[in-house]
C-alpha cells in the first residue's frame, strides 16, 4: 500500500491582500454650505457636497477596478478578520493571468481619462456653473495617482512561527490562539464554498 504524504495548508495556500484605490469625486463646499445656513437660519443644518465628476467621466476606469476586486473575491476564500483572504496555490497561475488582462484594460483606462482630463474640466466647469472651483480638482499626475490597484501575496504562516524571546507558558497560549483561529478561519472558508455551491445550483434550477 501506497502512502500518501500529508500536503501541509502552508504550501498549497497563499494570502492575498486586495487593496483599490479611487479618483475622489465630491468635495464640501464651505459657501454654498455657509449660504443655506443663513438663509433658513439654521445652527449646523449639514453640509453641502458637490459632484465633481459625471458618471460617464469615471464608469470607464472604475469598471476594471470592480473586475479586479471581483476576480479576487472569485478565486480566494475569508481568512481571519479585515481584508486578508487566501488562495489555492492551483489556482494561481490562472488568477495572475486574468488579474493581468485586468490590469491592462485597467491602465488603458486611466492612460484614456488622463487624455481627456482637459475636456473634463471644462465638461464640468459648464455643468457646475457658479459651483465651479478649479481647486476643487487634482492635477493630471494627482489624478493618475489616485487610481490604484494593488495585490500583496503572503506565506501562510506556520504555527512554528512563534519564535519570539517569551516565556514559554506565553509562546504556547499563542499557538493555541492561532490553532483555534486557523480552524475558524477553515471553517468559514468552508462554509462560503458551500454558499458558492448552494447559489450555483440554485440559479441552475432557476433555469429549468
Given at each position: ?7 501541509a495548508?502552508t ?9 483599490q484605490?479611487?479618483?475622489g ?10 449660504e ?9 443644518p ?5 459632484r465633481l465628476f459625471r458618471?460617464e467621466?469615471i464608469k470607464?476606469?472604475y ?10 473575491y472569485?478565486y ?6 479585515g481584508?486578508i483572504?487566501?488562495?489555492?496555490v492551483?489556482?494561481?497561475e490562472?488568477?495572475l493571468?486574468?488579474?493581468n488582462?485586468?490590469m491592462?484594460e ?6 484614456s481619462f ?5 475636456e ?5 466647469k459648464?455643468r457646475l456653473?457658479?459651483l465651479?472651483?478649479?481647486d476643487?480638482?487634482?492635477t493630471?499626475?494627482q489624478a493618475r495617482?489616485?487610481f490604484?490597484?494593488r495585490?500583496?501575496?503572503m506565506p ?5 512561527d512563534f ?7 506565553v509562546?504556547s497560549?499563542?499557538?493555541k490562539?492561532?490553532?483555534k483561529?486557523v480552524k ?8 462560503e464554498?458551500?454558499?458558492r455551491i448552494?447559489?450555483?445550483m440554485q440559479r441552475?434550477?432557476?433555469?429549468l
Amino acid at each position: 500500500m501506497v502512502e500518501t504524504k500529508k500536503v501541509a495548508l502552508t504550501e498549497k495556500a497563499v494570502l492575498v491582500h486586495f487593496t483599490q484605490q479611487f479618483l475622489g469625486t465630491t468635495r464640501m463646499d464651505k459657501n454654498v454650505s455657509e449660504e443655506v445656513e443663513a438663509k433658513y437660519k439654521a445652527e449646523n443644518p449639514g453640509r453641502y457636497f458637490k459632484r465633481l465628476f459625471r458618471r460617464e467621466d469615471i464608469k470607464p476606469v472604475y469598471t476594471p477596478i470592480n473586475k479586479a476586486h471581483a476576480l479576487c473575491y472569485k478565486y480566494s476564500l475569508p481568512w481571519f478578520d479585515g481584508n486578508i483572504r487566501v488562495m489555492p496555490v492551483a489556482l494561481l497561475e490562472k488568477y495572475l493571468k486574468e488579474h493581468n488582462e485586468i490590469m491592462n484594460e485597467f491602465n488603458k483606462e486611466v492612460e484614456s481619462f488622463i487624455e481627456r482630463y482637459d475636456e473634463i474640466m471644462e465638461e464640468n466647469k459648464k455643468r457646475l456653473n457658479g459651483l465651479f472651483n478649479k481647486d476643487d480638482y487634482p492635477t493630471k499626475e494627482q489624478a493618475r495617482a489616485s487610481f490604484a490597484i494593488r495585490v500583496g501575496y503572503m506565506p501562510l504562516p506556520d504555527r512554528e512561527d512563534f519564535r519570539i524571546a517569551a516565556p514559554e507558558e506565553v509562546v504556547s497560549q499563542m499557538k493555541k490562539k492561532y490553532d483555534k483561529e486557523v480552524k475558524e478561519s477553515e471553517a468559514r472558508a468552508k462554509a462560503e464554498v458551500a454558499d458558492r455551491i448552494y447559489d450555483s445550483m440554485q440559479r441552475l434550477l432557476d433555469k429549468l
